[in-house]
């Protein structure tokens, strides 16, 4: 109760974003009592407002910051509320307008900037989705690395991919190799057939950082790129890793859709395959040791 009082108080001093955490219904109905005490506090209104975006009443929520607004006291910050509401409602044009009226006045807020990007975005304004979600990744002092994937796919369906992929390996080269990044990178690279680029990619992933995923994405890839031999090593490779873990560890989720891609990537490289009749079936490829001992437990 005293951090939910706490939050409030901040609140209503405008220096802290209401959180998901804590408890939504008791945030409410502590900041309801406090507003019921103290009903001309448009910072408390407003910071409920937040609440009930949070909990989805979002008629209540616009409906606290019109009693905000009525009050006359508040003289920033009003709109950034408001254009976050109507997002959420997908009433993009307004929203859109919000942030725009907020921006207007606080052009260096990075997650305004980020939030009008989606609002851009679901208009098709791409220009703008771009020019917002480039401000947000240099105002922001950590920003989310889905905000630089999302700007390097419309860099590159706006016919700059030479810049989408050079923005995603600076980030690479300072952040280190977050997956994210990869993987919109390795998608640009496939979608136009950069296979060279994405291979040295790959190789560089399976063999640096030990995720098995990379292994099967590899031997992908170079299946697509009629390189069946090297493909079904490198699905070999991915075979040993994942019968070398624990046998908890392999009957993890995530490791057993891996088992059931690379059984299905191995499947799809035999029935392509034309060149090599003497290509091991997808059980020889696929294992090092029987079955039975792959998914025993000690």
Sequence with gaps: MRKCLLTIA???LGALPVTAHDGLDEQIITISDAVTRDPHNAGLLLARSELHRLHGDFELALADIARAQALGTVTSGVDRWLARVLLDQRRYTESFQAFSRHLAVSPHDGDARASR????????????????LEAACQLLHQPDPDLLCQLSELLH??????????????AITRDGDIPAYHERALAIERADRRHAAALKRLQHLAAGNGQIRWRVELGDLLGEMQRHDEARAAYRDAARVLDALPSARRQVAANLELRARLERSLARLESASTTDPESLSVGQAAAVEPTTQRNSTP
Excluded: K, N, P, Q
């Design 10 to 12: 901040w609140l209503a």
């Design 117 to 132: 990007s989606r609002c851009a975005i679901a208009l098709g304004d791409t220009a703008t989705a771009i020019a917002d």
């Design 157 to 170: 369906v706006s016919g700059r991919t030479d810049e989408a992929l050079s923005r995603l390996d600076v």
